[in-house]
């Protein structure tokens, strides 16, 4: 059965940093691509970074380029999203996602989610 268990979300002041993980389990983890996903109440979720399993290339969304970086560690079968400089527009649910594929910025895409964690940047 396969796990993505996100952490690592919280409330956090305008121009602050915030370090998200996913932990998985079930996958043959470096085998697969990974991305952060993010969604706001009212909002259609929205692709954020995504990570290649192998040679480590990754994608960032242009809202988030230069102030976030997606990482992962295929030996802890762990992604993180470093979040710096955060904005209150980038408060959402921010969900980890597993594709059994190349890079892409499409949800529909993914194979596997989280369940969410909550970031809430007041201004």
């Known amino acids: 059965q396969v796990h993505l268990v996100e952490s690592g979300g919280g409330l956090v002041q305008a121009g602050g940093s915030l370090r998200l993980s996913c932990a998985t389990s079930?996958?043959?983890?470096?085998?697969?691509?990974m991305g952060w996903f993010r969604q706001a109440p009212g909002k259609e979720r929205e692709f954020v970074a995504a990570i290649k399993w192998r040679s480590g290339g990754t994608i960032h969304a242009d809202s988030v380029e230069g102030r976030f970086t997606i990482s992962r560690d295929n030996t802890k079968n762990t992604v993180s999203l470093q979040m710096n400089v955060l904005k209150p527009e980038d408060t959402a649910v921010y969900y980890c996602?597993?594709?059994?594929?190349?890079?892409?910025?499409?949800?529909?895409?993914?194979?596997?989610w989280g369940q969410g964690t909550q970031v809430t940047v007041s201004s």
């Open positions: 079930g996958i043959t983890f470096s085998s697969y691509a």
């Open positions: 996602a597993a594709r059994s594929g190349g890079l892409s910025s499409l949800v529909v895409y993914y194979d596997y």
